[in-house]
């Protein structure tokens, strides 16, 4: 989704390598230690690039922390893609995977997307901007599985899959919030437990029967 891909200049293949090696070492270390606590030179040297290199693929810190953002939200759209909400063992190994990933990491750090909103909102409207669309499009591709789910009977029928998929990320988001502050992923995994069986037709998603979730991938 990056918005600024059509205005660079096409880069060689080491280039681009060079300047994704950036941006990932930056997302990193954002979303360790936070934009405000992150400089250029902690990313130089975690890149392993020089002054010169750092600035010739972003003018300042506001153009790297945009390509941040886009990262985080590209990595989680396509993690997001992968997954398969629309049938009820793709749903429950998306939510096993959640918890998961919550109880490997102790819940720290939160949602790489929703981490940047809650430091950038209010301070960087263009930045405030990219991770709108983030959501927006993260949302989007949950709703398209969704209405498969819908559509096949497992969710009540007064349901729009759409609203759904944006309560869902709302819980999911401040599942996230909690589970960072108290350490703790059990206010994450109560949220999405009612959330799904509120939503569902029929009995609940199966819990932590999934194969999907051995081997998880980051959706947030």
Not at 24 to 33: F, Q, S, V
Not at 69 to 95: M, Y
Not at 136 to 147: C, F
Not at 198 to 207: E, I, K, Q, V, Y
Request: include cysteine; charge should be negative; aromatic fraction near 2%.
């Amino acid at each position: 989704m990056s918005t600024d891909a059509r205005n660079r200049p096409k880069l060689t293949a080491k280039g681009a390598r060079t300047r994704a090696r950036i941006v990932d070492a930056a997302a990193r270390l954002t979303h360790e230690r936070g934009v405000a606590s992150t400089t250029l030179d902690d990313v130089r040297a975690a890149a392993e690039v020089s002054g010169s290199q750092l600035s010739h693929y972003f003018a300042d810190k506001d153009a790297l922390v945009q390509a941040v953002i886009d990262h985080q939200a590209d990595t989680i759209l396509g993690n997001q893609r992968q997954a398969d909400l629309g049938s009820i063992e793709g749903l429950a190994g998306w939510r096993d995977m959640v918890i998961t990933q919550a109880k490997n990491t102790q819940a720290k750090g939160g949602c790489p997307l929703g981490s940047l909103g809650g430091q950038l909102a209010e301070t960087d409207p263009e930045a405030r901007a990219l991770i709108a669309a983030g959501f927006d499009q993260w949302s989007a591709s949950i709703g398209d599985d969704l209405r498969t789910l819908h559509a096949a009977g497992h969710l009540d029928s007064e349901i729009d899959p759409d609203d759904l998929a944006v309560t869902l990320l709302a819980v999911l988001q401040g599942g996230l919030l909690l589970a960072q502050v108290h350490r703790d992923p059990r206010a994450l995994e109560t949220a999405l437990d009612t959330l799904i069986a509120l939503a569902s037709s029929g009995p609940a998603a199966p819990r932590g029967k999934n194969p999907a979730c051995t081997e998880p991938t980051t959706l947030h």
